[in-house]
């Protein structure tokens, strides 16, 4: 079995990160971030087979009258064992549907010696699978010529280097029947999607004997490495140029034509007619010696020609580039297995049974309960307005119901005991009355020009019954009341709409922050629908109550804020009286009882509506605190934050009451999620080897 050859790419000064590199592969870090790799590009027929096999030792099969169809991946392995052996897989295209997935991942061979037959055998067997043809003439009838697959070969020993080298189909420029513009599509999306990965050192080879302005290849991998840090020139079968074509080749190898960063390197592999005739690896180095004495090519520096060289400055540059990217793959390693670790966090417990879907309910309704809790109590850990800050989101609103309840709850403006009745002020008649309608009062100015002292005469007026002159019927103070507070209710049923939308706002939060898994977020939240809607319900019929309590029934009230209120807006009369006779708070005055007793006095009629606007002030005042007070615990806190609120209902207890067929619809855990749990628990335990690796607390091997 052929052996890896390339120990020039190591010397004792970087071996410690190569070694890592090794590992990290080793490990299979390879399936979840990009390692660093070697891939070799450029036109059909360039010499790309024969340069692999004269740098790898491999026998890539040359001089084949069929043309790489697919990228072709050599893994090299090194093993704890003495054991040798290849094994061959494909990796199908990331776009391939699931079926033709399952067909191809199915190859696989285990080889025990790796010949050049069993090379092409192997290479036919994988066109097969990947469905393309393995002749010429097959190819002139196949719907499929290229594939994006990527045929894997592992190297496995105690000797070998970890190490990638990929070989892609080449580009060609004239498409015929076996190969299409489409194909050729294909082959540079390829290309492209190698070149690309900033870990790939790209090896661009040209065939001498072709015009470089019409490399494709040489485009590609600038538009990818513009400042060239990962790409090197190879130029092969300059034993096969035409006599004449000598300079322009060399004035290109002197890195004189297209200059590249790190320059251009010449090798001379096995000719058509060596491979016929069964040149060894060992005649092949001998030979390729040999030629670059020859005139003109001694005329090139002997450190930049022949596979030794190349080998050499190739485990330069890789080092070089390996220490570029060595910290940014500590970080990549470790920012994926933090990801992979939320992603398994947000999966969850595994719930395959009613066990393990009770329990892993129970644990998200206590973490979800626990959130409620600080989110009722205050108990907040940033300054921000995050929605599931209820408490203080609830208790503005509250302020804001409050400014509004005294701004705009009331239907007349109250006078103060400096306001006097006017004198002589029309009423119309008493069969045309009425309060003014709802929609009358929506603008503010109106309602400040709407004069309670006239309204409370003409319900005075017309509800006269057998009461003594000066007196009032008790019904007065009931109408206007219920007319002075018409707008409480439409007030009272917007605070409570916002409130319910804080609380939804804040429960969608809630569930966002202790379940990730948004397939059961979304059972639990249908689940949980109807009681959220009963406790909505709730508090609107217990605002729909406060609101007949307080204005359908009698005034009654043992507050004595009332009696205090009415008592002062009395006094304040007395003293307007007096001040507008003169006096003047603590002067001495001569007083006139006579005078002072005319200015006191008031008709029967202005003493009853000015004990019946202060009155209904007084009682105004008083209902107005218990009204917003009996909002605020009675329907919010009640029905809307309490126990059978919408916050409340997800609880422990809520999920042991749950049916095994309830449990299986919210939590049953499908396939996918199994399967990707699987998964992730693997690249859990991948990647923490590999940053024990990149910190060193693994030992390198």
Not at 83 to 95: G, L, M, N, Q, W
Not at 198 to 216: G, H, K
Not at 313 to 323: A, E, P, R, W
Not at 396 to 425: I, P
Request: aromatic share 6%; net charge negative.
């Amino acid at each position: 079995m052929a052996k890896m050859t390339m120990d020039d790419l190591d010397n004792s000064e970087r071996t410690k990160q190569l070694e890592m590199i090794d590992q990290l592969r080793e490990l299979g870090v390879g399936e979840d971030i990009s390692l660093p790799q070697l891939v070799v590009v450029g036109d059909q027929s360039s010499g790309k087979s024969s340069l692999l096999e004269g740098l790898t030792g491999l026998p890539f099969p040359v001089a084949s009258q069929l043309c790489t169809r697919f990228a072709t991946q050599v893994s090299f392995r090194r093993s704890a064992t003495d054991e040798e052996k290849t094994t061959v897989s494909i990796i199908p295209a990331a776009d391939a549907d699931d079926t033709y997935k399952q067909k191809v991942a199915a190859y696989t061979r285990n080889l025990d010696e790796f010949s050049a037959s069993t090379f092409g055998e192997v290479l036919n067997e994988a066109a097969t699978y990947m469905g393309l043809p393995t002749t010429a003439e097959d190819a002139l009838i196949a719907n499929k010529r290229f594939s994006s697959d990527v045929l894997k070969i592992e190297i496995i020993g105690p000797k070998q280097h970890h190490l990638s080298v990929v070989d892609v189909p080449g580009l060609y420029h004239n498409p015929t029947k076996e190969q299409t513009l489409q194909d050729l599509a294909t082959i540079r999306n390829l290309i492209e999607g190698y070149v690309q990965d900033r870990r790939t050192i790209i090896m661009a080879v040209l065939d001498s004997r072709n015009n470089l302005a019409n490399q494709e290849v040489f485009r590609i991998a600038k538009a990818a490495d513009y400042d060239g840090t990962r790409t090197i020139g190879i130029m092969t079968k300059l034993d096969a140029l035409q006599p004449g074509d000598e300079p322009a080749a060399i004035k290109i190898a002197q890195n004189k034509a297209e200059k590249l960063k790190h320059g251009w390197y010449c090798v001379r592999n096995r000719s058509t007619q060596e491979v016929m005739e069964g040149v060894t690896t060992e005649q092949r180095h001998e030979n390729e010696r040999a030629f670059f004495k020859t005139s003109p090519w001694n005329e090139l520096d002997n450190k930049r020609t022949g596979i030794t060289n190349l080998k050499l400055n190739l485990g330069k540059l890789l080092s070089q580039h390996i220490g570029r990217e060595f910290p940014e793959i500590r970080k990549e390693i470790d920012v994926h297995y933090l990801r992979c670790r939320n992603e398994l966090t947000q999966l969850g417990s595994p719930r395959q049974n009613s066990q393990e879907q009770l329990q892993y309910l129970i644990k998200l309704a206590t973490t979800y309960q626990r959130h409620v809790e600080d989110a009722l109590g205050g108990r907040y850990t940033d300054a921000g307005t995050h929605p599931s800050k209820l408490r203080m989101h609830v208790q503005n609103a509250g302020d804001r119901f409050n400014e509004e309840m005294h701004a705009r709850g009331y239907t007349m403006a109250f006078k103060s005991s400096e306001d006097e009745l006017e004198v002589g002020s029309k009423v119309q008649k008493i069969d045309e009355y009425e309060f003014a309608s709802n929609s009358d009062l929506e603008d503010e100015e109106e309602k400040k020009k709407l004069d309670i002292y006239d309204e409370i005469k003409k319900l005075w007026r017309t509800s006269r019954g057998r009461e003594l002159p000066g007196h009032v019927n008790p019904s007065v103070l009931e109408v206007l009341f219920q007319h002075q507070t018409t707008n409480w209710e439409n007030i009272a049923e917007n605070h409570i709409a916002h409130v319910i939308e804080l609380i939804e706002d804040c429960n969608a939060g809630l569930f966002d922050a202790v379940c990730l898994d948004q397939y059961v977020k979304d059972k639990l939240r249908s689940l949980i629908e109807t009681s959220t809607k009963e406790a909505i319900d709730a508090a609107g019929e217990e605002l729909s109550i406060v609101l007949k309590d307080e204005r359908s029934g009698p005034l009654l009230t043992n507050n004595h804020y009332y009696a205090d209120n009415l008592n002062a807006a009395r006094a304040d009369r007395f003293v307007n009286g007096l001040k507008k006779l003169g006096f003047v708070d603590g002067a001495d005055q001569r007083i006139d009882f006579k005078r002072m007793k005319s200015s006191v006095h008031l008709s029967n009629e202005t003493s009853a509506i000015y004990d019946i606007h202060d009155s209904l002030k007084a009682y105004y005042k008083v209902a107005l605190k218990r009204f917003i007070d009996n909002v605020a615990i009675q329907v919010i806190e009640r029905n809307l934050l309490g126990e059978k609120g919408p916050v409340s209902i997800f609880t422990p207890e809520f999920v042991t009451s749950l049916t095994p067929e309830e449990l299986a619809y919210i939590a049953g855990e499908d396939y996918a999620t199994s399967n990707r749990r699987l998964e992730l628990n693997a690249q859990i335990a991948r990647l923490n080897s590999a940053r024990k690796i990149c910190s060193g607390k693994m030992g390198v091997s």
